[in-house]
């Protein structure tokens, strides 16, 4: 049971990146991507059901940000496009069981995620 987060950097606001989460034992799943900025709480970003695909999103990355996984290789991914200084954080991917059916306002809940991978810092600055 293990997770690995990796992709971050430092863009320039418009440009984009893709955060890659290696989550190995996760067969029947949600994983989701959470951000958290200095002296802020850690906030949901995005998630999605290993076994249908289903996904959700906050509403502030909505057309921006994409998450997707390819079960092959164990992996989700988060593309995010035309970012801002705001998106600013650093992102973790973190992976919720027996949560199958559970609406968005559960899964933006960092407490049903039981593991956590390393975060990955992501900088959008001029």
């Known amino acids: 049971v293990q997770l690995q987060a990796s992709g971050g950097g430092l863009v320039q606001p418009g440009e984009s990146l893709r955060l890659s989460c290696v989550a190995s034992?996760?067969?029947?799943?949600?994983v989701g991507w959470f951000r958290q900025a200095p002296g802020k709480e850690r906030e949901p970003i995005s998630c999605?059901?290993?076994?249908?695909?289903?996904?959700y999103y906050i509403d502030t990355v909505k057309g921006r940000f994409t998450i997707s996984r390819d079960n092959a290789k164990n992996t989700v991914y988060l593309q995010m496009h035309s970012l801002k200084p705001e998106d600013t954080a650093v992102y973790y991917c973190?992976?919720?069981?027996?949560?199958?059916?559970?609406?968005?306002?559960?899964?933006?809940?960092?407490?049903?995620?039981?593991?956590w991978g390393q975060g990955t810092q992501v900088t959008v600055s001029s």
């Open positions: 973190a992976a919720a069981v027996d949560v199958y059916g559970f609406s968005w306002y559960q899964l933006s809940d960092p407490r049903y995620y039981r593991y």
């Open positions: 034992g996760f067969t029947d799943s949600t």
């Open positions: 999605i059901s290993i076994s249908d695909g289903n996904t």
